[in-house]
């Protein structure tokens, strides 16, 4: 078990340390002040359904507070033009393991809403982020799945 939690405490710390300028965060105003964070330079993601509906935003890997582990952490807006109802859908991969599709931000007719999401991040971890029309508990008609996981090398 300790070398378990010995590679987990290494592959966090080797995936800070080759992130690129990384830096010590104050807490977000409103946020709990129980201890900075690091945060890595932000990387731009997109999606988009068609014409109809598209989402973009930002990304960026943050250290738990406990200093063991990660969390990716996306910000956005989903914008339609049309009528149809579309949603934001991520899932991830973590060793192997597929988790379920998680709806993170719906909007129906023509408007812009927020995305906003948080998943536990490791090495290992992969993820993707798609639009998809609105209204099943499983997303079947989506555009493209974009990988939300990979990071620029050099900045």
Known sequence: MRIARWTVAAATAALFAAAPATALA???EGASAVAPTITATTVAWD????TEASASGTRWAEQKP???GA???LTGT????GTGCYAVWT???NDFSAGPTKKQAEVCGAGTVAVNARQSY???TTGSIA???AGTTYPSDCGEWKSITHWPIGG
């Open 26 to 28: 104050a807490p977000a």
């Open 47 to 50: 999606a988009a359904y068609g």
């Open 66 to 68: 406990s200093g063991f």
């Open 71 to 73: 969390d990716l952490v």
């Open 78 to 81: 989903l914008t339609t033009t």
């Open 91 to 93: 899932q991830f991969t």
């Open 122 to 124: 490791s090495l290992t």
């Open 131 to 133: 639009i998809c029309k």
